[in-house]
């Protein structure tokens, strides 16, 4: 038994749906056919939520990188209560998080330097539940202590990673952590620096942090958010990995997630400490990036490298191809049995704010153009489901019309009975058979005819079996005593001889 699979591109160069038919054939005769259809729909442009915290020079570039000529993203910002301190809120500044309907017109959310007391209950059940639908969700935190607030909150359950408490006691860090979190409790406690000499003002501003490149996992090499690493930039230079100045300690990953990047010399618990991770969580993703928005990254780099950019826009294509924003036929295979109860459901996403009273439903054969009606019930989650079952052999197509205007349809094939063409397959070929067994000097037993032992297996005639056994002439006990006897006497003469 061997199997082989073959894998081809097929283009999808138009809208709307198209129909393929393969065949499977063995010089002329057809061994196997399959039909099947392929949805092409217009590429749609990812909407960005941008939910800053507070002020941040790694937002500026973010928008640059979000808003290409092309138009592939779409990018707002608004900013969380409290984001400039005690100075009052201006009027032209939005505050207010958005509520569930509206959230749900976005395909990413981006929570950039956000402290645990900006983020209500409110907007933590909000964001769950926009990622349980589909939405994705990247969280931008590359300080310590605010990191620490998360940890076993609600934010944190439906994140790849759990954050390192700086308090607790049982922790035990690397050399290199205890000194960064020295190097923070210094940065936190009042400090007087005397700039009173040209001496001292010259070392302060010579000491600038450097910069750290991320270090790749092996999840994170073949990952399409790093592919461009791949291919060189328009100036020919080779394109680069994201090099990053501030970072949040995190303890570990969650199980099911995925460690794409981490820090090259901080360790936690034997490994290294995560930079960026990646999970599925209901019918999305969320990310954590534990750095700062890597602006810096882009200002050390020439004007004709385009590393940040490339970056940047694969993890935001990456995060919302994560969810689908268009309905969608569910089929369990598009090859169904005649005469058997197959499930079929249709998904509209909450972001379409869609009325199922307002969708028509249709089955129709393709061969005859024969329409029949179907009703749906709802399922939970935006899911409708019913029951079909397909008549008689042939090609059916589902059809989900609003107003006359086709929104989603789907194709499928019905085979004429369960499982006849398996057993047609699977049948063997008799005189093949019969051919190997006479080229061997072997006879093949017909499987429809009765056994003949006696044909095959004769016997004697009186019933008795007759059996001969033959024992060597040493096995004998009296030539075994003989022997012995013969040692013994060589040993009495070779001691009156004196020769032992």
């Known amino acids: 038994s061997v199997s082989k699979t073959l894998k081809f591109n097929i283009p999808i160069n138009a809208e709307g749906t198209h129909i393929f038919r393969a065949v499977l054939k063995n010089g002329e005769k057809d061994l196997s056919e399959i039909t099947w259809s392929i949805h092409g729909s217009k590429k749609e442009q990812t909407r960005i939520l941008l939910y800053q915290g507070g002020l941040d020079w790694g937002a500026r570039f973010l928008r640059a990188t979000a808003a290409p000529e ?18 009052k ?15 749900a017109k976005y395909n990413v959310i981006v929570i950039l330097k956000m402290r645990k007391s900006q983020i209500s209950d409110n907007i933590a059940q909000n964001l769950q539940s926009f990622v349980k639908n589909g939405g994705a969700l990247l969280f931008i935190i590359a300080n310590t202590i605010d990191a620490g607030e998360y940890a076993d909150s609600t934010i944190e359950n439906f994140l790849p990673v759990v954050f390192e408490k700086e308090t607790d006691d ?28 040209t001496e001292k003002r010259g070392n302060q501003r010579a000491n600038v942090p450097l910069l750290t490149e991320i270090s790749l996992t092996n999840e994170g090499k073949i990952s399409p958010i790093f592919n461009y690493t791949n291919f060189k930039n328009p100036d020919g230079t080779p394109s680069a990995l994201p090099l990053f100045q501030d970072f949040a300690l995190i303890k570990k990953q969650k199980l099911g997630a995925s460690v794409l990047a981490v820090h090259p010399s901080f360790k936690a618990e034997d490994n290294s400490r995560i930079l960026i ?12 990036l534990a750095t700062d928005p890597l602006w810096r990254w882009k200002l050390s780099k020439k004007s004709g490298d385009g590393s940040y ?9 990456w995060l919302a191809s994560g969810g689908k924003s268009n309905p969608y036929w569910l089929l369990p295979s598009c090859l169904l049995e005649a005469g058997n109860i197959s499930k079929i459901s249709f998904k509209i996403p909450p972001s379409l704010n869609l009325d199922i009273n307002n969708i028509e439903f249709k089955i129709i054969n393709t061969a005859t153009g024969d329409a029949k009606p179907l009703v749906l019930a709802e399922s939970g989650d935006g899911v409708f489901s019913t029951e079909i ?27 004429p009975e369960p499982g006849k063409k398996e057993l047609n397959i699977l049948k063997p070929s008799l005189s093949t058979i019969k051919t190997l067994a006479e080229s061997s000097n072997s006879t093949m037993l017909a499987p429809d005819e009765d056994f003949d032992w006696k044909k095959w297996f004769s016997s004697d005639s009186d019933g008795r079996e007759t059996i ?5 002439l040493w096995h004998g006990k009296t030539v075994f005593l003989l022997i012995i006897c013969l040692f013994l006497a060589e040993l009495i003469f070779r001691r009156f001889v004196k020769l032992v």
């Open 70 to 87: 092309e138009e592939d993203f779409s990018l707002d910002v608004k900013f969380a209560p409290g984001f400039c301190g005690e100075k």
């Open 89 to 103: 809120e201006t009027d032209n500044m939005q505050f207010d998080f958005p509520v569930a309907d509206e959230l």
């Open 170 to 197: 049982n922790a035990v860090f690397d050399e290199n952590t205890v000194l960064f979190l020295e190097k923070m409790k210094r940065y936190r406690s009042p400090q007087k620096i005397d700039l009173s000499t």
């Open 277 to 288: 991770a990646v999970q599925r969580y209901g019918e999305g993703r969320t990310a954590v």
């Open 309 to 317: 950019a490339s970056f940047w826009r694969n993890f935001l294509s």
């Open 389 to 415: 079952i397909p008549a008689k052999e042939g090609s059916y197509k589902l059809a989900a019309q609003n107003k006359n205007a086709l929104i989603a349809e789907a194709f499928f094939s019905t085979t």
């Open 468 to 472: 001969k056994k033959e024992i060597p």
